[in-house]
């Protein structure tokens, strides 16, 4: 189980880091993917960095405001957003794939194990 936290309202402009955490398993032989879901839109793939030489991708729609990382010491893999804006509005979530390359970071089926969200709004 993979337990997402950071989520918070914050305006335009500002900034947040997500955490993505687990106890059941090690991280570090798992890409983490970042996902989010909008209301009334499909859930999209963010960004992902891979499990061995930490690869990482991300959506053009986030390329340069976001930025994934991972502390396999911690076990925990992190998503730092800047410069938010209101349509990165959504419930945010992060998903495990085995020994993962990130090559289709965007395709949900990749994935073994999910996060339940976390709600990041952007609003003034």
């Known amino acids: 189980q993979l337990v997402e936290s950071g989520g918070d309202l914050v305006q335009p402009g500002g900034s947040l880091t997500l955490s993505c955490e687990t106890s059941q398993y090690t991280l570090e032989y798992y890409a983490i993917g970042w996902f989010r879901q909008a209301p009334g839109k499909e859930r999209e793939g963010v960004s992902c960095?891979?499990?061995?030489?930490?690869?990482?991708a991300y959506a053009d729609s986030v390329k340069g405001r976001f930025t994934v990382s991972r502390d396999n010491a911690k076990n925990t893999a992190y998503l730092q957003m800047n410069s938010l804006k209101p349509e990165d509005t959504a419930v945010y979530y992060c998903?495990?794939?085995?020994?993962?390359?990130?090559?289709?970071?965007?395709?949900?089926?990749?994935?073994?194990?999910w996060g339940q969200g976390t709600q990041v709004t952007v609003s003034s």
């Open positions: 998903a495990a794939d085995l020994w993962g390359d990130c090559s289709k970071y965007e395709v949900s089926r990749e994935y073994d194990y």
């Open positions: 960095i891979s499990s061995v030489d930490r690869r990482t």
